[in-house]
């Protein structure tokens, strides 16, 4: 079946600097991923959704410029949460739909951000 | 719909006994539908789905039924097992909408030894 992995499982840094989470399919091409923010005792959120070779499409109320995600290739997306600050601190979790439109109900590990 | 608040329904069952969580979905136009479990930590885990063209559909011990009357959707978790503890989510999308999943609030499921 088809695989997501995410990486880093979990992170820790200091307020002010960028962080960047890996997402990738190990087994399909992804055409499209989306991002989730995950906060305690919450649901997922939709924070943006990536297409290979073309800009995110962000949620209303989602940074751009804070959260910069990146869909080089069809394996790889990146989110890169820059000059973190404590409220950044969230599970980050990636989904990925393959080329036979699986509706990206395959999703990663997820990565806790713990900002100090 | 959207989550809201900080504490997650909480359903307690014993073990062996059957479970059902419940959804309210927000969107009359969406057409798919998914269970999600998720454990502490880690990221949502596929259960079942359901499309809008029917209103049961059942699984290795587990059933979904769906009343799109009154946008409802239903997991049944037969002789539930302590490894069936976990955070339940029903998630929905709309096939020509974004292709994004929208999650609900989440269930909470305890099973006692």
């Known amino acids: 079946g088809a695989v997501v992995s995410q990486h880093p499982s979990w992170v820790i840094c200091k307020s002010g600097t960028s962080v960047k989470i890996e997402c990738r399919s190990l087994d399909f091409q992804a055409t499209t991923m989306f991002w989730y923010r995950q906060f305690p005792k919450q649901s997922l959120m939709l924070m943006a959704t990536?297409?290979?070779?073309?800009?995110?499409?962000?949620e209303q109320g989602v940074e751009k410029d804070k959260f910069l995600i990146n869909h080089a290739s069809l394996t790889l997306s990146t989110l890169t949460v820059t000059s973190a600050h404590p409220e950044d601190s969230s599970f980050y979790i990636c989904?990925?739909?393959?080329?036979?439109?699986?509706?990206?109900?395959?999703f990663g590990s997820g990565t806790r951000l713990t900002v100090v | 719909g959207e989550s809201v608040g900080l504490h997650l329904p909480t359903l307690s069952v014993q073990e062996g006994d059957n479970s059902i969580i419940n959804c309210a979905y927000s969107?009359?136009?969406?057409?798919?539908f998914i269970w999600y479990k998720q454990e502490s930590g880690k990221g949502p885990q596929f259960i079942i789905d359901i499309r809008s063209n029917m209103d049961k559909r059942q699984g290795q011990r587990v059933t979904v039924l769906l009343n799109k009357t009154v946008k409802h959707l239903s997991l049944q978790i037969a002789a539930t097992q302590p490894g069936d503890s976990a955070v339940y989510f029903c998630a929905e999308i709309v096939y020509t909408g974004r292709r994004a999943l929208t999650f609900g609030s989440g269930t909470r499921l305890q099973v006692q030894p």
């Open positions: 969107n009359s136009a969406s057409d798919y």
């Open positions: 989904s990925a739909e393959g080329r036979d439109s699986n509706y990206g109900y395959t």
């Open positions: 990536s297409n290979e070779g073309s800009k995110a499409t962000y």
